[in-house]
């Protein structure tokens, strides 16, 4: 079983930044595509990036593509993801995710492993 513990979220204004990390358990991280989830109360979860094993491919949701950035370090264990230009929509409980196959999916029933999550507040 893998184990995902993120961190890095907070306060910040609009037009801020932050960079949230997730760091998973296990020695074959690089085996395993990667994602960022976030779910607002009252709303479902939602896609926000994702990452192949090896960190050759990312994908965006269209709202976070050129604000977001998603990117690993194997030797670490530890996917990131920095938030540049924040917005009080993207205020919402951050996940990471491990799907058991290289090739990253942008469905949440594709991933396999979960973190606990992290809140992010954008204030306007």
């Known amino acids: ?17 932050l960079r949230l990390s997730c760091a998973a358990s296990g020695r074959t991280f690089s085996l395993y595509a990667m994602g ?9 979860r ?11 491919n990312t994908y965006y949701a269209d709202s976070m593509k050129g604000r977001f950035t998603i990117s690993r370090d194997n030797a670490k ?12 929509e993207d205020t ?3 996940y990471c995710a491990l ?11 594709e991933y396999d ?3 606990q999550g992290t809140q992010v507040t954008v204030s306007s």
């Open 46 to 56: 939602e896609f926000v990036a994702a990452i192949s094993g090896s960190g050759g």
């Open 77 to 88: 264990n530890t996917v990131y993801l920095q938030m540049n230009s924040l917005k009080p």
């Open 99 to 109: 799907k058991t196959f290289a090739v990253p999916g942008t469905s949440v029933i």
């Open 36 to 44: 960022w989830f976030r779910q607002a109360p009252g709303k479902e």
């Open 1 to 17: 079983q893998v184990h995902l513990v993120e961190s890095g979220g907070g306060l910040v204004q609009a037009g801020g930044s």
């Open 92 to 94: 919402a409980v951050y």
């Open 113 to 115: 492993y979960w973190g």
